[in-house]
């Protein structure tokens, strides 16, 4: 498999590589219209219809408005960075092209040369990698050359349509059947940094509270363009999970077009420059400027037989280094573009396009297991403090509870936002990927019958193999959630333990205090009686201190009666007697 460099000016002959795409409607993104030949003869043409598409007249005049690309088309107007004479993009760090290109019908061995690439046979299978953020150029030229669906740009660009909410037009997620020749699949990047002391549940939860007003600027920067460049990293997602462990999420889009008389892969990643080099996020900031913060990214660990055995052979080959150097924030995803392909099967990534695209899944089905790795060791913690309290039977664990719940459900959000994402694809890999994408069969006459019977083995089995895993991590995934949901009913049942614990606590103190006041208040009573100012009590009498005493018991007495008695029930018990007593005198009389 060769590898081919591409930079915005870079002219490849247009007779091998970018033919004339015919588009087989006028409308952008309709398959079901009348079909009208368009030639699209340049790159300014493809915008120029995504353009018009957008300014299509509203529901009053159509039935199918384009308003939906009008961020799209916004994108496509104005913006489009400088690059210098030679057509490399200007920058004081390595060069880092925005789309490598590979020819699937080379050996994986093959020298990498440009010219290897380049003859009068078109190849019959071509991979395209682009990476992070686009421009203008870019995506028009691509979309011209490659005869993409604007829908696909749109929908890796859906950033751009929630500048407002007045422009939503709640158009995603997409229904099934218009998605199955672009796929969605997301990569988790697990970072852990370090701090100088310890935090608590407060600390947390400002922390997540400052990482989520830093992430809406910097969406809100992407938004709008400021401080992007060609090549910057993307950032859709990001998760505080505590105090040291955060992770962040990125995107990967896939689809498959003809190309003359083979077909081009294009895979899409968020991953381009170290993260570090583009605009700042939640991830560069330290939430006191006192800590000393040493952070780092974890990488994406991948099993292969005998990996450890082929260190050299995986190492970044010369010349085709992915990214500029630097210290900080080296992703394993922006190696995908140089090393892809190394434990495929040549002749089967031609015949099968879903085939040759099956290193990516596995990349994403690694990068989720390490996720849901991480998240169960968090939820099994606080489930632990949650069981540890109840055992104890501590009225002093309410914080704690506390932040048990409020962990517990932060985590579960986001364990349900990945479920969707695992159905989803799971959906994609069942189907193997869009109906009309090439599939390993006898279609080619020089083929014998027993090697496309070999391809179409490999294909069903590595797909086989990814529909397992991904379905295994769909299970973990909704495992987890449950565990949440059982972690928070056990959270809340404890709080509202603790809470009656505290309620029960509170009237023993209110028992003593009455008890207090049984012994108290009949003694006041009677010091006030006696220090009345009526003549009985004059200065001249000689009243003995035993009389207050005499008074006293019997205001006890009555006292002890009223408090271990109800007073309706002493009533009834008056009346009754009363009642009786009546009775017996009027039998008496008669």
């Known amino acids: 498999m060769s590898h081919v460099l591409i930079y915005p000016n870079y002219q490849l002959p247009a007779r091998y590589y970018f033919p004339s795409i015919v588009h087989s409607s006028g409308l952008v993104g309709s ?11 340049s790159a300014q043409q493809y915008a120029e219809e995504v353009v018009a598409h957008a300014n299509t007249p509203s529901i009053a005049s159509s039935l199918y408005p384009g308003r939906n690309y009008e961020p799209l088309a916004a994108f496509f107007k104005p913006f489009q960075p400088e690059v210098s004479e030679n057509g490399k993009y200007e920058t004081n760090m390595s060069v880092l092209p925005f789309a490598i290109l590979h020819d699937l019908n080379l050996e994986k061995d093959d020298p990498l040369r440009v010219q290897k690439a380049v003859g009068d046979k078109q190849p019959p299978a071509l991979l395209l990698f682009l990476r992070g953020y686009p421009s203008h150029g870019w995506l028009t030229s691509i979309g011209w050359k490659c005869d993409v669906d604007p829908e696909f740009f749109r929908r890796h660009l859906d950033f751009l349509s929630k500048v407002a909410e007045d422009n939503n037009y709640f158009t995603l997620p997409a229904l099934p059947s218009t998605s199955t020749n672009i796929i969605r699949l997301r990569v988790s990047t697990i970072g852990h940094r370090q701090c100088d002391d310890d935090s608590n549940q407060r600390h947390l939860e400002r922390l997540r509270q400052d990482s989520t007003r830093d992430m809406a600027d910097y969406l809100k920067n992407l938004r709008h363009h400021n401080s992007f460049k060609v090549g910057h990293s993307i950032a859709r997602s990001f998760a505080v999970f505590d105090q040291k462990i955060y992770a962040i999420e990125q995107d990967i889009s896939i689809c498959v077009n003809s190309f003359g008389k083979g077909w081009i892969g294009i895979a899409w990643l968020d991953n381009g420059y170290p993260l570090t080099l583009g605009p700042e ?3 560069s900031k330290s939430i006191k400027p006192t800590y000393s913060w040493k952070i780092r990214f974890n990488p994406i660990i991948q099993h292969r037989p005998k990996i450890a055995l082929k260190t050299k052979y995986m190492s970044t080959q010369a ?40 290193e990516i899944f596995t990349l994403v089905a690694s990068s989720e297991c390490q ?4 998240v169960e060791q968090k939820i099994k913690s606080e489930i632990v403090k949650v069981i540890g309290a109840n055992e104890r039977k501590d009225t002093e664990e309410t914080e704690e509870q506390s932040s048990t719940l409020s962990n517990l459900i932060y985590y579960k959000t986001f364990l349900d936002e990945h479920i969707q994402r695992l159905k989803d694809n799971i959906s994609s890999i069942q189907a193997q990927g869009d109906y009309r994408w090439p599939k390993a069969s006898a279609s080619g006459a020089s083929k014998s019958q027993d090697a496309v019977t070999k391809q179409q083995e490999k294909a069903t089995t590595s797909a086989q193999t990814l ?44 028992v003593k205090l009455t008890i207090l006041a049984f012994f108290f208040i009949p003694a006041s009573f009677t010091t006030s009686l006696f220090g009345m100012n009526f003549k009985q009590f004059s200065k001249d009498n000689s009243l003995s201190i035993w009389i207050w005493f005499l008074v006293l018991i019997p205001t006890y007495v009555v006292s002890l009666v009223l408090l271990y008695n109800d007073v309706e029930q002493i009533k009834n018990q008056f009346v009754k007697t009363w009642n009786s007593i009546s009775h017996g005198r009027l039998i008496k009389k008669l």
């Not at 996720?371 to 991480?374: E, F, K, R, S, T």
């Not at 972690?487 to 023993?508: C, L, P, T, W, Y």
């Open 31 to 41: 398959h079901d219209l009348p079909r009208a030949q368009v030639v699209i003869q």
């Open 281 to 283: 996020g939640p991830w």
């Open 319 to 358: 010349g085709m280094d992915p990214q500029p150097r630097t210290d900080q924030f080296p992703q394993s995803a922006c190696q995908v573009p140089v090393h892809y392909g190394r434990f495929l099967s040549t002749s089967t990534s031609v015949a099968d396009s879903f085939y040759a695209f099956s």
């Open 371 to 374: 996720y849901l790795n991480m």
């Open 467 to 510: 529909l397992k895993d991904f379905e295994y991590l769909l299970e973990r995934a909704k495992t987890l959630s449950e565990s949440c949901e059982r972690g928070v009913d056990i959270a809340a049942n404890n709080a509202m333990i603790a809470e009656s614990r505290r309620a029960i606590q509170q009237a023993k103190r209110t």
